[in-house]
């Protein structure tokens, strides 16, 4: 065998054996287990989202109107260049008469396992829920603290919509519209989490129009506790076990939040 044609052999075969090995990587990065946490996909991550926001929940206090929104999932992040991923995120607004305080109650609040931290002018804090789980919170204004938790981009096994799933929607919201006065409310949207117990913590929203009386009506109407009483929000305690925030829109229009707490 000649010089020449022994090159030949020994290229075609590295590239052949090149061939197989990208098509056993290809064949083990879509069917092999997880190795590291970072994979684990979304439905798993989004079971630390729920338990995160239940804790933050869980330390809202007395002086605070805790609201937990919708958890978003946005697709499309890329994993690797040939794999697309999602990532979730939920958020819980908090309206508080003391910021500072809030943030501080949360900073100390979390499981030593989160490794909270809170910045020296006490306006930003960073957590670590587990599992590669992020937890940021701030202050918005002197009234409003956000925390968000989120997952970063992940693998999703199934139908996306699928891992969101319903809590049954009651009729607070209605019931606070009727003290306000609205001639109509739109259908409730009901979004909730894991408290530390185990128990559901849910907050129901809804926007209702031709709103006639003012916020405090409503509080009135419940025997409720003022704890937010600004133009942007007006929010109130009734019980130990709700929370109702009342953020006025314009042309009658108004949102109302309603939360049963941990």
């Not at 909270?116 to 930003?124: E, F, M, N, T, V």
């Amino acid at each position: 065998m000649t010089a020449s044609r022994r090159r030949l052999w020994v290229i075609g075969g590295l590239t052949a054996w090149a061939l197989v090995l990208a098509g056993l990587g290809v064949l083990s990065h879509r069917d092999d287990p997880p190795t590291v946490k970072e994979q684990r996909d979304l439905s798993a991550a989004l079971r630390v989202v729920s338990e995160a926001t239940g804790f933050t929940v869980g330390q809202a206090g007395t002086e605070t109107a805790p609201v937990i929104m919708p958890t978003t999932v946005d697709e499309g992040c890329r994993l690797t260049p040939f794999r697309s991923g999602a990532t979730a995120t939920g958020v819980v607004r908090f309206f508080t008469a003391d910021a500072a305080a809030l943030m501080g109650r949360l900073a100390a609040g979390y499981p030593a396992a989160y490794e909270a931290r809170l910045s020296p002018d006490g306006k930003a804090l960073r957590a670590d829920a587990g599992e590669f789980v992020a937890l940021r919170g701030k202050v918005i204004t002197a009234g409003e603290v956000q925390v968000t938790v989120t997952t970063g981009c992940r693998p999703v096994d199934g139908v996306v919509g699928d891992l969101l799933p319903e809590y049954p929607q009651h009729a607070a919201p209605a019931k606070v519209f009727a003290a306000l006065g609205a001639s109509s409310v739109d259908t409730a949207t009901v979004t909730f989490a894991h408290c530390p117990s185990g128990r559901a913590v849910a907050t129901a929203s809804a926007v209702g129009h031709g709103v006639t009386a003012r916020p405090a009506a409503a509080r009135e109407h419940d025997q409720g506790v003022a704890v937010v009483d600004t133009p942007e929000v007006y929010a109130y305690r009734r019980g130990a076990a709700e929370a109702v925030a009342v953020v006025p829109g314009s042309g009658g229009e108004a949102r109302v939040y309603v939360t049963e707490l941990c």
